[in-house]
C-alpha cells in the first residue's frame, strides 16, 4: 500500500483561483518527494489540502489507503504531520515542552512525556525545555515546531518550506537532520539545493505537474528547472561551468556528497590525460 | 515581554507578562493565587465599614509592595483603571455625600490593586491554566486563550506593520487636518483585521493539525504545595476576618 496518493486533484479557491490541476502522485512508504516550484505554484496548498484544510476538491486523496473527506479529515491528519512554513502559526502553548506534547496529548497518546521528551532530543531542543518558545530565534522555533510534529509519531511528514528563514548554519542542520530521518515526507520548497540534498524523487508543480524524477535526471534536461521559473541547484552550476571551460565532468552533481565523488573522479581523469604527455 | 523575532527584528508585541518572572508570585499555583485574591476582592466589594474599607486598602497596598513587582509598573496599570475608578467614585460623591463617595474610591482600590498584581505577577497562559483546573467550564478557558492569541498576533501584526512604515520614513499624523496622515493610519487599522484574521486562521490550522478539536488539554504541575496553602490560607483567614467584622460578628 502507497503512503499517500493522489489521483486527479483539481482545486480551486472560493474566490474562483485556480490554484491546482490535474495533479496525479503516489508516495512510496519510507520515500522523500519534494514538490517544487516557483511561488503561487500550489505546493502549501497541496500539503494543507492533503491535511483536509481545502475543500472541496475533485479528485481523490489516499493516505496511507485512507481517503480523504470531511467525515475523515480528523483521521487523515492523525497519520500526517503537518509543518507550517511559519513557526508562529503552529507554536502556541506557554513552554516548549508544554508545546511539543501538546499533539500527543490531544490524540490521547500513551507516554506523553516520553515522547516530548523524545521528540525535543532528537531536534535539540531538550534544553530549552522550560523556555518560552515566542522568545526563541526563529530556527530554534522551527525546531520546536518540528518536534511538535515528531512527538504525535505520524507516519507522514508533509514539510511547508522547512528550510525558509533560516541562518546558513540552522539550514545546513536541519537539512542533515531531515536527510538521516527515516520516514515518508512530502516536502514543498522552492530551495532546490536543500530538495537535493534530502528528497528521492522530485516533482515540479505549476499549478499542474510539470516534470518528475530524480534531482539528476531534471538538471540533465537542459532549461526544463528555468522553464518553470526555478534555478537548478548551486553545485550543478558550478560543475557545468568546470564542464564548460573544458574540464572532463561526466555527469553534474547535485549534492555535496555527489560532487566530492565527482571531483575526485575528474581530478583523477585530467591527472590521467596529463601523463601521456609528459 | 513576549518578543516577536520577525526576521532579524525584534518586536515588542505584548507587555502583560513582563514581570511575572520577577515576582516570587509566580511560583504560586495559580489555582491558590485565584482562590485567594477573587476571595478577598469579593469580600471587599461588599463592605460598608469605612474603617475596614482602607484597612482592606491599606493590606492591598502591602501586598503590592511585596510583590517584587515594580511599583512603577503597579502605578502605570492602576492609572489605567483610574478613570473607571473615579467614575464610581465622583458619581457616589456627588449624590450620596463625600464620605460614601470615599468609601467608593476606597473599595474599587481595595479590590483592583491585588488583582493588577495577580495579572502582573502571573503568566498569562497560566491563568488560564488555573481557572481550568479550577472546573471553569473548557468552553470559556479555550475562548479566552484563542481571544488571548489572537491579540497576541494583531499586536505582533501592528508592531511589523508600523516598524515597515516607520522604515519607508512615514511619521505619524500631528493633527486631525493631515489626511495623508490619516488615511495611511485608517488603512493600517484595515489591514490589522485582515492580516490578523489570516493568521488567526493558519493558527487555527497549526492547532486542528495537532488534534486539537474543542479543548486545551491541561498543563503544568498538578501539585499544590505548603507555600501555595499559606499564600490561599493568608487570604483566606483575613477575607473571613474582614467579613466577620463586617457583618458584627466579632465585634
Request: charged share 25%.
Amino acid at each position: 500500500m502507497r503512503a499517500l496518493e493522489i489521483k486527479s486533484l483539481t482545486f480551486s479557491y472560493d474566490d474562483g483561483t485556480l490554484a491546482l490541476k490535474d495533479l496525479s502522485l503516489s508516495v512510496d512508504q519510507g520515500e522523500k518527494v519534494a514538490i517544487v516550484g516557483p511561488n503561487g505554484a500550489g505546493k502549501s496548498t497541496l500539503l494543507h489540502l492533503i491535511a483536509g484544510f481545502r475543500t472541496p476538491f475533485q479528485g481523490d486523496v489516499l493516505v496511507d489507503g485512507l481517503r480523504l473527506e470531511l467525515s475523515t479529515a480528523d483521521d487523515v491528519r492523525k497519520r500526517l504531520g503537518l509543518l507550517f512554513q511559519d513557526p508562529d502559526d503552529q507554536v502556541f502553548m506557554p513552554t516548549v515542552e508544554e508545546d511539543v506534547a501538546f499533539g500527543p496529548r490531544n490524540l490521547k497518546l500513551d507516554d506523553v512525556e516520553g515522547r516530548a521528551m523524545k521528540a525535543m532530543r532528537s531536534t535539540g531542543t531538550d534544553r530549552l525545555a522550560k523556555r518560552r518558545p515566542h522568545r526563541l530565534s526563529y530556527g530554534m522555533k522551527k525546531r520546536v515546531a518540528i518536534a511538535g510534529i515528531l512527538a504525535m509519531d505520524p507516519e507522514i511528514l508533509l514539510l511547508d518550506e522547512p528550510t525558509s528563514g533560516l541562518d546558513p548554519k540552522s539550514r545546513a542542520e536541519l537539512i542533515s537532520f531531515l536527510k538521516g530521518m527515516k520516514r515518508t515526507m512530502l516536502i514543498a520548497t522552492h530551495d532546490l539545493d536543500a530538495a537535493a540534498e534530502i528528497a528521492d524523487r522530485l516533482v515540479i508543480l505549476n499549478i499542474s505537474p510539470v516534470a518528475e524524477g530524480t534531482m539528476k535526471e531534471l538538471v540533465s534536461k537542459k532549461g526544463l528547472l528555468e522553464g518553470a521559473g526555478l534555478e537548478i541547484p548551486q553545485i550543478a552550476k558550478l560543475f557545468e561551468s568546470i564542464r564548460d571551460i573544458g574540464y572532463s565532468v561526466e555527469w553534474v552533481p547535485v549534492t555535496l556528497d555527489q560532487a566530492a565523488a565527482e571531483f575526485q573522479r575528474t581530478v583523477e581523469r585530467e591527472r590521467r590525460r596529463d601523463r601521456p604527455n609528459r | 515581554m513576549i518578543v516577536a523575532h520577525v526576521r532579524g527584528y525584534r518586536v515588542k508585541a505584548e507587555a502583560l507578562d513582563e514581570h511575572a518572572q520577577a515576582s516570587w508570585l509566580h511560583r504560586i499555583d495559580p489555582r491558590a493565587k485565584l482562590v485567594g485574591i477573587l476571595g478577598f476582592v469579593i469580600v471587599c466589594a461588599l463592605m460598608t465599614n469605612s474603617v475596614l474599607i482602607f484597612s482592606s486598602l491599606v493590606f492591598s497596598i502591602l501586598f503590592a509592595a511585596l510583590s517584587q513587582i515594580p511599583g512603577k509598573h503597579l502605578v502605570k496599570a492602576y492609572l489605567g483603571a483610574l478613570p473607571f475608578i473615579l467614575i464610581a467614585s465622583v458619581s457616589v460623591f456627588a449624590f450620596s455625600g463625600p464620605e460614601r463617595g470615599l468609601d467608593m474610591w476606597g473599595r474599587t482600590s481595595a479590590c483592583v490593586v491585588p488583582l493588577l498584581v495577580l495579572a502582573s505577577g502571573t503568566e498569562t497562559y497560566d491563568l488560564f491554566s488555573g481557572l481550568r483546573r479550577l472546573h471553569v467550564p473548557a468552553l470559556i478557558t479555550t475562548l479566552l486563550m484563542l481571544t488571548y492569541k489572537y491579540l497576541l498576533l494583531m499586536s505582533e501584526e501592528l508592531a511589523r506593520m508600523s516598524v515597515a512604515r516607520r522604515a519607508r520614513g512615514f511619521r505619524p499624523a500631528k493633527s486631525l487636518l493631515d489626511r495623508y496622515g490619516l488615511s495611511v493610519l485608517s488603512y493600517t487599522a484595515g489591514m490589522i483585521f485582515v492580516r490578523s484574521s489570516d493568521r488567526g486562521e493558519r493558527s487555527y490550522e497549526g492547532l486542528r493539525a495537532r488534534g486539537f478539536r474543542k479543548e486545551f488539554p491541561f498543563w503544568g504541575g498538578s501539585r499544590i504545595d505548603v507555600p501555595d496553602i499559606s499564600f490561599m490560607a493568608v487570604f483566606l483567614v483575613l477575607s473571613t476576618a474582614l467579613a466577620a467584622l463586617q457583618l458584627g460578628v466579632v465585634l
